[in-house]
């Protein structure tokens, strides 16, 4: 029998890629464990950017329609726990270690990645807590996801796509958006956020491949999301939400829900969504914000978003990121904003060091400098100037922890 610590060693600690698509090794892992997700309502969404928040504003919707909801996302900030949530609330670390036990105690015949065991805890956790509907983020993709052995869910939704994973998912919009097109299933609505021409083109093609009439969020849907006032904060949430708003009428019928307050409840839903880490204020005096935005896609969401906030401002950027991001983009993105820069690595096997990202910044006659511990962060603030802390969600979650510490 594994304490907790062992368990989640055994699991965050395996391979993080397998030499087998995620899809078919989930696949054996649920077939093996008698198919416990049958019968289990769920909402599939993929994309590059967007998908967090998406999952929340749906958690939070169909909340606030009197459902009882799973949610499953990754990675998380702080705790592994946040990964698992059942309305709201993170799984207890006793049943991540009872639920662990079982898996790994299981002969499944294949060798399972971190990922796919996350993905059979959820499902088994989420049927024990006899979840109304489950709303379930891919891991990487779509098509080989080990989110996609689930089966056909309520609806599938694609949130924006840009240029990350490429080493895995393909050098250009239309391969990596062919990648998250593999969700889509035969008789399955889909909801499409905003995309650029070449993305939505092979979605739309996929769709119809599938016999599926393709729900694009379109101008009046923003203007829509724009007037309930989303919970997350950003401009870019208001695409968000819209996705979400949509998604939520297309599952609503569909899971059976009583029509008549149907708007006013998914109003309600988004207005009163939560996200941490999505241009989350820590700090008011001395200012800081965080926002996990990981890629230039996402970069440029805050950038516009920083700019429709604080109009005529500059800020201090703290960044740390993986060395498989465009981060030289990213860099570009916010060089306008940019007073000076910190860089720091993220505790990942993964992680850009922040040195390198210094110099590279310095290269544009910007000041930068690396440190090399996170807690020093909070000592670096200023009083009458904004400090913005971005880019990948270890380093972000690790920031969080050092503020959590110091309540």
């Not at 989110?147 to 309520?154: I, M, S, Y």
């Not at 899971?255 to 708007?263: N, Q, S, T, V």
Request: aromatic share 6%.
């Amino acid at each position: 029998m594994y304490s907790y610590e062992e368990v989640l060693d055994q699991i965050e600690n395996g391979r993080r890629f397998g030499n087998r698509p995620g899809v078919e090794i989930t696949g054996i892992m649920l077939e093996q464990m008698g198919q416990p997700q049958n019968g289990m309502p769920f909402i599939h969404v993929a994309g590059t950017n967007g998908k967090g928040s998406v999952c929340a504003f749906l958690t939070s919707v169909f909340r606030e329609a009197g459902l009882k909801v799973g949610t499953f996302i990754s990675p998380h900030l702080i705790d592994f726990e946040e990964r698992i949530m059942v309305d709201g609330r993170q799984i207890s670390r006793e049943d991540v270690t009872r639920i662990g036990n079982v898996l790994l105690e299981q002969e499944f015949g294949v060798i399972p990645t971190m990922f796919d065991y996350c993905v059979l805890m959820a499902v088994l956790y989420f049927k024990e807590q006899n979840c109304d509907l489950v709303i379930m983020e891919t891991g990487l993709g779509g098509r080989l996801d080990s989110t996609n052995a689930l089966g056909n869910p309520v609806v599938s939704v694609i949130t924006r796509i840009g240029y990350d994973h490429m080493n895995i998912l393909g050098n250009t919009i239309e391969e990596i958006a062919q990648e998250k097109a593999g969700i889509i299933k035969a008789g399955v609505p889909v909801v499409i956020a905003p995309q650029e021409s070449e993305a939505l083109a092979v979605l739309q093609r996929a769709a119809a491949a599938k016999g599926v009439r393709a729900r694009c969020v379109q101008e009046n849907d923003l203007q829509r999301a724009k007037a309930v006032q989303p919970g997350l904060l950003g401009a870019y949430q208001r695409e968000n939400a819209a996705t979400a708003m949509c998604a939520a009428q297309v599952a609503w019928t569909r899971c059976r829900i009583e029509k008549e307050k149907m708007k006013t409840v998914i109003a309600r839903g988004i207005h009163r969504a939560v996200w941490p880490g999505r241009m989350e204020i820590l700090s008011t005096e001395p200012f800081l914000m965080v926002d996990g935005a990981h890629n230039s896609n996402g970069i440029h969401a805050l950038r516009t978003s920083l700019e429709e906030l604080y109009p005529e401002e500059k800020f201090h950027f703290v960044m740390g990121v993986m060395a498989d991001k465009d981060y030289e983009k990213m860099i570009g993105e916010l060089l306008p904003l940019a007073m000076d820069f910190v860089t720091v690595t993220p505790e990942s096997a993964r992680a850009l060091q922040g040195e390198t990202l210094a110099e590279d910044i310095r290269k544009q006659g910007v000041p930068a400098h690396a440190i090399t511990k996170v807690a020093e962060i909070p000592e670096l603030l200023t009083p009458k100037e904004k400090t913005i802390a971005l880019g990948s969600l270890y380093f972000i979650g690790e920031l969080k922890s050092v503020y959590q510490n110091r309540a």
